[in-house]
């Protein structure tokens, strides 16, 4: 009774998630050029991220899980479709780590794995880059139509749009680049590369 015997099987999962997450944070590494053994947890970015307030996990503890190779949390998380790109974190580090780039290849590994990112961050990015496709430039007016139209919040801040068309934040007509052929250009290219299954 009360053997403490490990069963060969549970120590071939062990060895099997151990060297799972060990190649996923070496994935990550190499995507990104960003080494996660250079972050020595001080805390900054977390300090300054400005979308911190929503986040589940701080842009420092993503770093500390990534250490750690704690693969479905940090895929599961919200933080890594929070994240903005903002790059502030990435100017207060003192050890340069450039935190923005690993939250894009946590993403896109996110995506290739088929866990769904949070449906109205995706539907507001695909949104957004139709914009861009489309003229070159976010079309503010259309990105806010779509949005509540397709996320079924039909009124959603309905009130702040005739202040933000009085102060000419937004405007009602699309406006196109003059070389939208370039931005296209750029599409077309992104798209090779990633049937090539490149991401950078
Ligand atoms: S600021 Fe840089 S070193 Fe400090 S916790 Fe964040 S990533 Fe790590
Ligand atoms: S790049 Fe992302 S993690 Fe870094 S400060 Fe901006 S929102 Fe936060």
């Given at each position: 009774?009360?053997s403490k015997t ?15 997450s060990r190649s ?177």
């Amino acid at each position: 009774m009360g053997s403490k015997t490990v069963k060969k099987s549970n120590l071939v999962n062990i060895s099997t998630l151990f060297t799972e997450s060990r190649s996923f944070v070496a994935m990550v590494r190499q995507e990104s050029g960003v080494d996660e053994k250079d972050c020595y947890q001080c805390g900054k970015c977390s300090a300054g991220c400005p979308l911190a307030f929503d986040m589940d996990y701080m842009p420092r503890e993503i770093m500390r899980m990534l250490q750690l190779g704690m693969v479905d949390d940090i895929l599961h998380s919200h933080t890594i479709w929070l994240c903005s790109h903002c790059i502030t974190c990435y100017s207060r580090c003192p050890r340069s780590v450039d935190l923005p780039r690993i939250m894009d290849t946590l993403r896109l590994e996110a995506i290739k794995r088929g866990h769904a990112p949070e449906k109205q961050i995706k539907l507001f990015g695909d949104l957004f880059l139709w914009s861009v496709r489309q003229f070159g430039r976010v079309f503010e007016m259309g990105l806010i139509m779509g949005f509540n139209l397709k996320s079924g919040q039909f009124f959603k801040d309905i009130m702040l749009g005739p202040a933000m068309l009085l102060n000419r934040k937004i405007s009602l007509l699309p406006h196109k680049i003059a070389d939208g052929g370039a931005v296209k250009e750029i599409f077309d290219r992104t798209k090779e590369m990633e049937r090539e299954g490149g991401h950078s």
